[in-house]
């Protein structure tokens, strides 16, 4: 061993842990080590770190060693050796290095490849114990040869702590603090992590502020070079050090150079090879100008390479590689753009690759010489792709700019156009240029156009947008275009479930399953769960929500998608709410949220806020309130969101014992309802106002009658429970303890068939103990039953004013007894299920027949078939006081 020393650094050592352990490693296992990467990444100062200490035989630094020197005499003088009169300088090296173990490091080697891959290998050959590690832009390709790439530093790590020491060094009295701290990441991300760059920015903190700095890589290349000429060599500028890099390879890589630069981020191999010649390409990352990364496959320049290479372009030069950009963008996206529609993650990952040099080749075609009719067809195939990743502004972006420079706008672009706007949240924007995509020719245009425009209404009128988005079904179907009629499709299911017709809602998705099988479409079967997991929470088909709802939230989370992931997540966490499972909600809310804050999207942030309301809901009130009034502050383009978080403030104000609050929010939810034709959630608000009232002392049973009513007659079994306590409730204040005792127990009976505990408007509603009334009243209530209990529930209203004749004329009681006898049952099973004797049956009956003019049971049965009189018990009386849209309002006298 020669006994060299380790050149002195002169400036501490930051970062690079990983790497001095990887290069310590390759060591033990290889005896020649290349440590490659662009210039300034820092080679050389790793390798003096990683070998102090350890036996060297010299440390040889290779930069002004020419191409016709004698490369061994060369390192032989590094070594410190002396030539000898006669023999070979490469046979004395080998001679004085084979005699011990040690290290030999031969720096900045790329310029004299060939020669110092000769070297080396016949230095190994003749050295059984010699091990080389070389500093290169370049790896030498000799056999056994391991190589340790090198990279920037993390801009947001290692390299502010190395720009701040450099910069203090010439500048003491640099500020600390988060603002300069994050003005330095700034600075280090512009220089690529760079350590000369890096270094060469900081020699400007002796004049300039960071902020100065900053500013003044805006032209990076002019920029880092030393304020004071000083340094030597290639590292006194970098512009120095690329025309470095640059010269070592030839002409036909310095073009390819030139024609990469005008693709940014990372890009995919064809993307590469549709401006590049693959040969140079790969001549361009063997002398690190270009990096690949073999985990992904795609390629990059660092941004000041290619600002260097845009430097050098020669004329023409950018718009003919954008043009071969854009055509490689044409067929790539022709190649994805059916996999996009059916939500294939194959062409969806084939998209996340091309991303940036994708949009590369649409920002070409708006340069002067571009061609922005060819980006549009490309913009159109790839819709999709930005929809799938929650990217739509992005895209949308793009596509005005090419809708703006075009005239006419191709229907495809503008489809495209009100496709991502409205999927921005942009519901204006998305309504107009839909409507003018609407009049194309081409009806698959035409039927997507018309999807767009029957989502916009369905939020604001979803009755209106129905028939649309029925003709919009149509349209695709008559195209072949299935995506098209599935989606129409269950937007239609919405519109139902926008207004409480969960039934209607499943029979529109039953009706495209077929089609959806075929497809095969992750996010549009995230849709069809997410309707069937809401149609049943309505419901009160718990077990079937939180199924539909965990598969709904399953795949819209694979595909990425934000809307049909908020879609499935809310009726999946009322489920879980309704039946008392508030840890486990809590859990998936905090995934949910997680998920939509990383993929914002059309409506995520109001579906965030909502949620967590909905868990809120029956925790601590002042909780539960807050959250409620959140979501409905949020809500403003979403109301049916905006109708069921005012619902939830409303019950939490009352559990606050704020009344006027909660009869505010009640009626905000029901004008909120009514808008969307929502009966269901209008009945809610009105039994919620009407425990309001009650607070207040003002009467509004009459309206808990008829709200009860329509609330059994849709099916929506929660809310009937709700309704029921909120009649005995008033039949309690009403002093009559008998009845409210039968429909308490009744209420609770409904519960407990549902499987879930009272919710906290019913547990306002619950008596105290005292007010329990007899036990053998809450027996009979308890074997009631659903439409047993709703049917006692509007006999227990009253007489209310009526005509003499006719259907309109007869009592709750006589509609149900009506209903029962045309069902074929006796005197004796109607008055057990109504809890009256048989001879109070009868009484009914003859009132009837003088009513309606008939004489015997038989032709009463026929009238009430014919008059549709017949099957849910309540269904008729509902029908007779909500013959349309309308729900019962509260009274409005009293305190308000």
């Known amino acids: 061993m020669t006994g060299a020393e380790v ?68 390192v032989l003088a590094a070594c410190g050796l002396r030539e000898e009169p006669g023999r070979a300088p490469l046979e004395v090296l080998g001679d004085r290095l084979s005699g011990a173990a040690g290290l030999l490091v031969l720096d900045t080697c790329e310029h004299l490849r060939r020669e110092v891959a000769a070297l080396v290998g016949a230095l190994l050959g003749r050295c059984a114990a010699l091990r080389v590690i070389a500093t290169s832009r370049v790896s030498l390709g000799v056999d056994g040869e391991a190589v340790l790439p090198l990279t920037g530093l993390d801009p ?200 940036a040099a994708l949009r590369c080749a649409l920002e070409g075609a708006l340069e002067p010489a571009g061609d922005p009719a060819a980006a549009a067809a490309v913009a159109e195939d790839l819709a999709f792709g930005w929809s799938l990743r929650g990217r739509c502004g992005e895209g949308l972006g793009l596509v005005q700019r090419l809708a703006a420079v075009l005239d006419p706008v191709p229907p495809g672009l503008a489809w495209a156009h009100a496709f991502l706007a409205f999927y921005s949240g942009d519901m204006g924007t998305s309504l107009t240029v839909a409507g003018r995509a609407a009049e194309a020719d081409d009806p698959r245009i035409r039927a997507r156009s018309l999807i767009l425009i029957g989502m916009v209404q369905a939020f604001a009128d979803p009755a209106a947008a129905e028939p649309v988005l029925s003709e919009a079904a149509g349209a695709a179907a008559t195209s072949g275009d299935e995506w098209g009629r599935v989606e129409a499709v269950q937007c239609r299911a919405y519109t139902h479930l926008f207004r409480g017709q969960p039934d209607e809602a499943v029979r529109c998705a039953d009706g495209v399953v077929a089609v959806l099988d075929r497809l095969g479409h992750g996010q549009l079967r995230a849709w069809d769960a997410a309707i069937r997991a809401d149609a049943a929470e309505s419901c009160g088909h718990y077990p079937e929500a939180v199924a539909h709802g965990r598969r709904g939230w399953e795949l819209a989370v694979a595909v990425g998608e934000p809307v049909s992931a908020g879609g499935a997540l809310l009726p999946l966490l009322r489920a879980l709410v309704a039946t008392g499972r508030g840890d486990e909600a809590a859990r998936m809310l905090e995934e949910g949220l997680l998920f939509l804050h990383t993929h914002p999207g059309l409506g995520s942030a109001e579906t965030g806020h909502l949620a967590t309301a909905v868990v809120a809901s029956t925790g601590p009130p002042e909780a539960a309130a807050q959250a409620a009034r959140s979501a409905l502050d949020a809500g403003g383009q979403l109301p049916h969101q905006a109708a069921e978080a005012a619902l939830l403030l409303a019950v939490a104000r009352l559990r606050l014992q704020d009344p006027d609050g909660a009869r505010e929010a009640a009626r905000t939810g029901a004008e909120r309802a009514a808008v969307l034709g929502h009966r269901g959630l209008g009945a809610a608000a009105v039994l919620t106002e009407a425990a309001a009232c009650r607070c207040l002392g ?48 009744a209420a609770a009976a409904l519960r ?35 439409g047993g209990a709703v049917a006692y529930a509007l006999r227990s209203r009253g007489r209310r004013g009526r005509p003499r004749s006719g259907w309109e004329s007869l009592t709750p009681t006589e509609l149900q007894v009506v209903e029962l006898v045309a069902t074929g049952r006796s005197n004796a099973e109607i008055g057990s299920r109504l809890l009256v004797s048989a001879g109070t049956v009868r009484t009914h009956l003859r009132s009837v027949f003088a009513k309606l003019g008939v004489t015997n049971r038989v032709e009463l049965a026929a009238w009430a078939v014919e008059a549709g009189h017949t099957g849910r018990p309540g269904a008729s009386a509902a029908r007779q006081m909500f013959p349309a849209r309308g729900v019962p309002s509260v009274p409005r006298h009293g305190p308000t």
């Open 7 to 74: 050149p002195a650094a002169v400036s501490s050592f930051v970062g690079r842990t990983e790497e001095l352990e990887a290069l310590a490693g390759l060591t033990v296992g290889a005896r020649l080590v290349t440590v490659t990467g662009p210039g300034g990444c820092g080679k050389t100062r790793l390798v003096l770190e990683a070998v102090r200490g350890r036996p060297l035989h010299g440390f040889v630094e290779l930069s002004a060693v020419g191409r016709h020197a004698d490369l061994a005499l060369a």
């Open 156 to 355: 947001d790590g290692s390299g502010v702590v190395l720009l701040l020491d450099r910069a203090r060094r010439v500048q003491p009295g640099l500020p600390a603090g988060p603002g300069t701290e994050a003005v330095a990441v700034e600075i280090c991300t512009l220089a690529d992590g760079l350590p000369l760059a890096i270094e060469l920015a900081a020699a400007h903190a002796r004049a300039l502020p960071l902020e100065g700095i900053r500013d003044g890589m805006a032209d990076r290349i002019g920029f880092l070079a030393r304020p004071d000429a000083a340094g030597v060599g290639r590292h006194r500028s970098l512009a120095v050090s690329l025309d470095w890099s640059v010269g070592l390879v030839g002409d036909r890589a310095r073009s390819a150079l030139r024609a990469l630069s005008v693709l940014e981020g990372r890009f995919p191999l064809a993307a590469a090879t549709a401006v590049a010649d693959r040969a140079a390409l790969e001549e361009l990352v063997d002398h690190s100008l270009v990096r690949f990364d073999p985990v992904d496959g795609r390629y990059r320049l660092l941004d000041t390479v290619r600002e260097y290479a845009a430097a050098h372009r020669r004329p023409g030069e950018a718009d003919a590689a954008r043009r071969r950009l854009l055509g490689w963008a044409g067929t790539f996206a022709r190649e994805v753009r059916d996999g996009l529609e059916h939500g294939d993650q194959t062409a969806v990952r084939r998209v996340d690759l091309a991303d």
């Open 698 to 745: 003002v009467d509004a049973g009459g309206a808990v009658h008829e709200a009860l009513a329509l609330l059994h007659s849709l099916g929506l079994r929660p809310r009937v429970a709700e309704g029921v306590d909120g009649v005995a409730a008033s039949a309690s204040d009403a002093g009559r303890a008998p009845v409210a005792a039968r429909l308490h127990a």
């Open 752 to 786: 407990e068939d549902l499987g879930v505990p009272p919710t906290p408007l019913a547990q306002l509603l619950a008596p105290s103990e005292a007010e329990r009334g007899p036990a053998g009243a809450w027996a009979e209530g308890a074997r009631l039953g659903a």
